[in-house]
């Protein structure tokens, strides 16, 4: 697809550009103190704090903060490394933060489902992973990484085409799954779960608890959010496609700002929780966001075509 055929999309919602050097300071020291602290237990003194009551198995226990400051490092950093204003902001680069949004989140989820899955397979034949923590092993491994790879994913798919193909003015389309099966499925399979996780924190029926806790514990929970972010509208347009920006952009901010104040708000088995909300938030913050503004235009223009019926 050349550039000729790129309309004009914008990209919103960006730092300035000095914020990628920031981000810089932020991230590698985050990165190199996390790794530290959680394979060679690393700490570093005076950011102990009296938990107290707010810890979930103990009356008091002390905790390090260096883990914790060492994962908001690294997400700060990467995110503005990730948002950061090029030198110059036009519809290419717009296509091209769309196109490594949409890789980023993909490629993620696939390998995070992927590894979740030969897990299992690992528990079945009796191997053990070496575990990095105390509690969760592998599965909080998993959701851990989960919590910055998206970022990791994006700046090297992104500044890859900044490079390697904004000069050669080619860029591949977006590919979508199409409305029909894969959205109306999506929906139904994404609702149904939901609607069951609600029921089992409300009516005590074993059945439903059943169905509940094997859908909560299942490491394919994302893949119907996946197939409904990723599959058309009823009227895909030039509108749609800078809506998906937008929403994936607002997603992802939201995400890791609720994701840094639940840092330092969770400890222990809350933040194992935390890291699991994290594996599908990114993905429920983008369809509510995007269904929202699909549905406002959708309606806004049925009121301006008199009679007019969208196809």
């Known amino acids: 697809m050349f550039v000729s055929n790129i309309f004009d999309m914008k990209s919103k919602f960006l730092f300035p550009s000095y914020f990628k050097l920031i981000g810089c300071f932020l991230a590698i020291p985050g990165m190199i103190v996390g790794y530290l602290c959680v394979y060679h237990d690393f700490n570093i003194k005076g950011f102990n704090i009296d938990l107290g009551k707010r810890n979930d198995f103990m009356s008091s226990q002390v905790e390090n903060l260096t883990n914790e400051v ?73 959701c851990l990484y989960n919590m910055f790879t998206p970022l990791v994913i994006f700046i090297g798919r992104f500044y890859y085409l900044i490079h390697y193909k904004k000069e050669a003015f080619i860029i591949s389309d977006i590919k979508y799954l199409s409305y029909y099966p894969y959205r109306r499925i999506a929906k139904l399979l994404t609702l149904s779960f939901f609607a069951i996780i609600i029921m089992m924190e409300v009516f005590n029926i074993p059945f439903i608890e059943s169905m509940g806790e094997w ?63 994290n594996t599908i938030s990114m993905l429920v913050f983008f369809l509510i966001r995007f269904n929202y503004v699909y549905s406002k235009s959708y309606w806004q223009v049925r009121r301006e075509v008199k009679g007019g019926i969208l196809s």
């Open 215 to 277: 859908i909560v514990n299942s490491p394919l929970i994302p893949l119907p959010l996946l197939m409904w972010v990723f599959s058309k509208t009823a009227n895909e347009d030039e509108m749609t496609t800078q809506d998906r920006l937008e929403s994936m952009q607002l997603a992802v901010y939201v995400n890791y700002i609720l994701l840094f104040l639940a840092n330092f708000a969770f400890y222990g088995l809350n933040f194992l929780l935390v890291m699991w909300i």
């Open 70 to 142: 060492s994962l908001a490092g690294l997400v700060l950093g990467l995110l503005f490394i990730a948002f950061s204003k090029l030198k110059q902001e036009d519809e290419l680069t717009a296509k091209l933060r769309l196109d490594a949004l949409h890789w980023a989140v993909l490629i993620n989820y696939i390998v995070f489902c992927a590894a979740e899955l030969l897990l299992r397979l690992f528990v079945k034949i009796g191997y053990e992973p070496k575990m990095a923590f105390d509690i969760g092993g592998w599965d909080s491994d998993f």
